[in-house]
């Protein structure tokens, strides 16, 4: 059952040279950063602290905190510039058509409400559906969520609730307004794996049913893999590497995409020393002119003094490096 | 083993007092860890794994008696130490230290690095100014941190230099164990993999005994010689790592590892064998605390509770149908 409302064709979401900024003078957050998000993939977001992974996911929201702003650039939902609307209009999209879910549900959660009501705010909102109406619907979400015991769970407050089972309260309220895009900022990271492994699921079947687009920011690899089309890797405020996942895992181009790939303890690696790149990500505002990651690169030479753009290694994979691996060797 | 183990645990149990509402029936102590039996061989790693809420965190802090005891004995060197009044306790604590997971909450925000790493020698009253000086400046180069880092404060650093600060106070004391608890949880992978190799090196320079603490498994599986995997309070199996992650007996361990995500998208293959939460620590009764959820649970699995019996060399499980053979692996 395909929401009719998803184009069929035309990107999702693209975002085209987005750089934010502390204030009017301060230093770059976000890059000239450019992705885009095709109608019904998911679209993986990969990287570390201070790759500005989660300031990209608040800037499509237009949820920037003061005082970092845009500064230049477009954000486009299917040819729309959320950048360039007002707040009201903004307000009316979140939560209806652009839904988005966090990392830590107990605190996105409101504390003092219950969970059928916090549902039902975006149902009121969103869809103009008002008490037993709203409560039906809640609970037909919980369900559609997987929630066990739904006509009993609805009338429960947050910390009542396991983690697992918050998550879920999260990606209903998410749902309520049939959203064309989702937004799923590090939504397994707080939790168990085995929970993990549930929520996972639980979202790939969603996406599947609906055929919506979903955004996924994470630092987990192992997450990427399991649950994305196509994969973007920022480092340093910028997005340095950019293709279908299995080619960005089978042949990565960039020294950085590559680092993070080997750094990764594996099971099927045993007991070995563990790959590392050295160096640590330098703070906002101290990165150097150039490529951001140059000082930590081992193939850094003269041109990376310059910001390398985005160029195609093969048909659909792009990286910002002057010298990229060749698309041969697999890590 | 004909000398003990560096360090062992008898039957440990932790439960902890539930607050009772005025007038209301007190409600059950919460069972955190219900009787555990552990050995670390000196100079071993030993990994424990296991989800919210298993326990693991508060045996790591039993062994060191950071947290008391509410049953069971600890040992080291084969000598008790369960009881041991605070004077001889903290000379013991001279060999055994913890590294914690928080790199921002372990280190005192208002105290400088040199300060923080200084602290334990001289609680200790180990050597004088310049003895304990050189000391720290040693410390730190086996963290891999510059003598700069002396005159600064903790939030000048980041996560992974924090671990190592952390690290670096732990062995200031020549400890001969280590708790290392969720150490590298809160880093980036990239950074992960540098504090895991120090804690290699150190481990091999150093002769260090490790109980590595973590709920990821990958980790676990690259620096633990054994692992231990808990459930409730309770270990469920050991095995030699190798042995563990590729033929794991217990079927709460093979759900975990059904459950870790792929390392390459053609390998997608999570499958999410477990349904439901971890229950209620309140409603353990009789039988096994698994049966609620395990796909292979019978009847008599409600009533008896099974205990760590070993089906091959160094591997112990605590399940019924694995120790009658009526599950084959």
């Known amino acids: 059952m395909t929401d009719a409302r998803v184009a069929a064709d035309g990107p999702m979401l693209e975002v085209q040279q987005l750089t934010t900024a502390l204030g009017g003078r301060g230093p770059e957050i976000l890059s000239s950063v450019d992705l885009t998000l095709r109608s019904g993939e998911v679209l993986g977001v990969v990287g570390e602290s201070g790759s500005g992974k989660s300031m990209l996911a608040l800037s499509i929201m237009g949820l920037l905190p003061h005082p970092i702003t845009v500064r230049s650039g477009r954000v486009l939902l299917q040819g729309q510039d959320l950048l360039a609307l007002g707040s009201q209009q903004m307000r009316a999209l979140r939560g209806k058509d652009i839904a988005m879910i966090f990392q830590e549900p107990m605190t996105s959660l409101n504390p003092v409400m219950r969970v059928g009501q916090q549902i039902g705010e975006v149902l009121r909102w969103h869809l103009g559906l008002q008490g037993e109406a709203a409560r039906t619907e809640g609970i037909t979400l919980l369900r559609r969520v997987e929630m066990p015991d739904p006509q009993r769970q609805i009338d429960a407050y947050p910390h009542e609730l396991s983690g697992g089972m918050r998550q879920r309260v999260m990606i209903a309220m998410a749902l309520a307004g049939r959203p064309r895009l989702l937004i799923a900022d590090e939504p397994t990271t707080a939790l168990d794996v085995t929970i993990q492994a549930q929520i996972l699921e639980l979202v790939r079947k969603l996406q599947r049913d609906s055929g919506m687009s979903v955004l996924l920011i994470t630092h987990d690899l192992g997450v990427i893999a399991e649950m994305c089309d196509r994969v973007a890797v920022m480092y340093g405020g910028r997005v340095v590497e950019f293709g279908s996942a299995l080619d960005v895992f089978d042949r990565p181009a960039h020294p950085y995409t590559r680092g993070l790939l080997a750094s990764r303890p594996r099971i099927a690696a045993g007991a070995d020393w563990l790959s590392t790149i050295e160096g640590t990500v330098p703070a906002v505002g101290q990165m150097g002119a150039g490529c951001s990651f140059a000082p930590r690169c081992a193939l850094a030479h003269a041109a990376c003094t310059s910001v390398p753009p985005l160029h195609t290694v093969e048909p659909g994979h792009q990286t910002a490096c002057f010298a990229p691996f060749a698309a041969v060797a697999s890590v | ?329």
Do not use: W
């Open chain 2, 1 to 329: 083993m004909n000398r003990p183990p560096l360090i062992e645990a008898r039957g440990l149990h932790k439960h902890f007092a539930r607050p009772r509402r005025f007038l209301a029936k007190a409600a059950p102590a919460l069972r955190a860890v219900d009787g555990i039996d552990l050995q670390i061989a000196s100079g071993e790693t030993l990994g424990l794994v296991g989800e919210s809420g298993c326990g693991k965190s508060t045996t790591g802090r039993l062994l060191l008696r950071l947290i008391e005891p509410s049953g069971g004995n600890i040992l080291h060197h084969g000598e008790d130490i369960t009881h041991l009044g605070a004077d001889a306790m903290r000379s013991k604590r001279r060999a055994m230290q913890i590294v914690f997971q928080d790199p921002y909450g372990s280190l005192n925000p208002r105290m400088r690095v040199g300060d923080i790493i200084t602290e334990p020698l001289i609680i200790h009253g180990v050597g004088d100014r310049d003895s304990r000086a050189a000391r720290v400046q040693q410390l730190l180069d086996l963290v891999s941190l510059s003598s700069s880092a002396l005159q600064r404060y903790p939030h000048e650093f980041s996560g992974g230099q924090r671990q190592r600060i952390g690290i670096a106070r732990a062995l200031a004391l020549e400890p001969e164990f280590i708790v290392a608890d969720e150490a590298v949880s809160a880093l980036d992978v990239s950074v992960q993999a540098q504090v895991i190799n120090l804690l290699r090196t150190l481990q091999r320079d150093l002769k260090l005994t490790y109980l590595f603490i973590s709920h990821n498994l990958a980790v676990v599986r690259n620096i633990s010689d054994r692992v231990a995997v808990m459930y409730l309070g309770r270990i469920v199996e050991v095995a030699p790592a190798a042995t563990l992650f590729a033929r794991p007996q217990h079927p709460y361990t093979q759900s975990l590892l059904a459950a870790l995500p792929a390392d390459h998208p053609a390998q997608r293959r999570v499958h999410a064998v477990l349904r439901g939460d971890m229950p209620n620590p309140d409603t353990i009764g009789i039988g096994c605390r698994f049966a609620s959820r395990c796909p292979y649970v019978q009847p008599r699995c409600q009533s008896e509770d099974p205990v760590l019996k070993t089906t091959e060399d160094a591997h112990q499980v605590a399940c019924l149908r694995v120790a009658d053979g009526s599950l084959t692996p």
